[in-house]
């Protein structure tokens, strides 16, 4: 089977799952949060081998489960305590394993905490948001939840593109040799058309302003997750995140623009509205 029947395969199966748990919400839509964040997580923690780093790969997916548990169920004051006890199980356990980099190994699985569970929670939390901020608009969080989704996908698609057609000028060749100027700012194109047509079509009553400012920062931010983790990979020396997914790589590839933009959508709703 060639690559782009492999993506196809994938996609064909992935796509209407993610969106069928997305419109359901709840506990559904938690599932699939956790479980891009674990196997996210767990790659995450499997690339840093390459660098001698040995982060605890199962007391980092319990925090990162705690955390994502504590935005759905809204119980802060037990979720932080739980928290703090398994920061005080991961420095504990690291005097258990005999491992060199001692700071490192510690370090990184505090980071990938940090780095997917912590920004997808903004995800989780986006959900529900939207359905209380427009409450007169049936469906409004789900609608925002695929609007980000076909945002994120458009603007890969464009930077491919038009990279492959325009490209001249690196963007930043330390990172991601084969991503170009030029395509980096057909991606942010793309984003603002999508948001152009939720505005036109009224799916959800955005302003011309705000279409253009949700637009442009989904376009740099998510393009700046991608950056992200193309700079871990190349890090640790390794093309794909993992296997996981034929054709795509693993989950980590897929959904790195999505950990950067759900905080960052966040963060919008919140002062814009």
Same mark, same amino acid.
Not at 23 to 52: A, D, M, R, T
Not at 53 to 60: E, H, L, T
Not at 176 to 189: D, R
């Given at each position: ?54 982060? &605890? ?10 955390? %994502?548990?504590?935005?759905?169920? &809204? ?58 901020? =427009?409450? &007169? ?11 980000? =989704? ?23 060749? @330390? ?23 939720? @505005? ?31 700079? =871990? @990979? ?9 296997? %996981? ?6 989950? %980590? ?21």
């Amino acid at each position: 089977m060639s690559e782009l029947a492999k993506r196809i395969s994938v996609a064909a199966v992935g796509i209407p799952l993610l969106v069928a748990l997305s419109y359901l919400g709840g506990w559904y839509f938690f599932s699939v949060i956790l479980l891009i964040s674990i196997v996210s997580q767990w790659e995450f923690y499997q690339i840093q081998k390459n660098n001698n780093i040995y982060p &605890q790969n199962f007391s980092g997916i319990i925090a990162g489960t705690i955390l %994502l548990l504590t935005i759905q169920t &809204q119980m802060w004051l037990a979720g932080s305590l739980l928290l703090i006890i398994c920061l005080m199980m991961i420095l504990a356990n690291e005097m258990l394993r005999h491992q060199k980099n001692v700071s490192a190994n510690i370090g990184v699985t505090l980071l990938g905490v940090l780095y997917i569970p912590m920004l997808l929670g903004s995800f989780l939390y986006l959900r529900t948001y939207l359905d209380g901020l =427009f409450p &007169q608009i049936e469906h409004s969080g789900f609608k925002f939840i695929l609007i980000i =989704f076909s945002t994120i996908w458009i603007c890969d698609t464009f930077a491919y593109a038009f990279g492959r057609m325009l490209g001249k000028h690196k963007l930043y060749e @330390k990172v991601s040799p084969n991503k170009s100027m030029e395509g980096a700012i057909a991606g942010v194109i793309g984003s603002v058309l999508v948001f152009v047509f939720v @505005k036109y079509f009224n799916i959800l009553p955005f302003s011309l302003l705000e279409v253009f400012i949700f637009g442009i920062v989904m376009g740099i931010v998510g393009q700046t997750g991608d950056l992200v983790e193309s700079w =871990f @990979k190349r890090d640790a020396g390794v093309k794909d995140s993992s296997a %996981l997914l034929p054709g795509h790589g693993g989950m %980590l590839d897929r959904f790195d623009s999505l950990i950067f933009v759900s905080p960052a959508m966040l963060v919008l709703m919140v002062i814009l509205y």
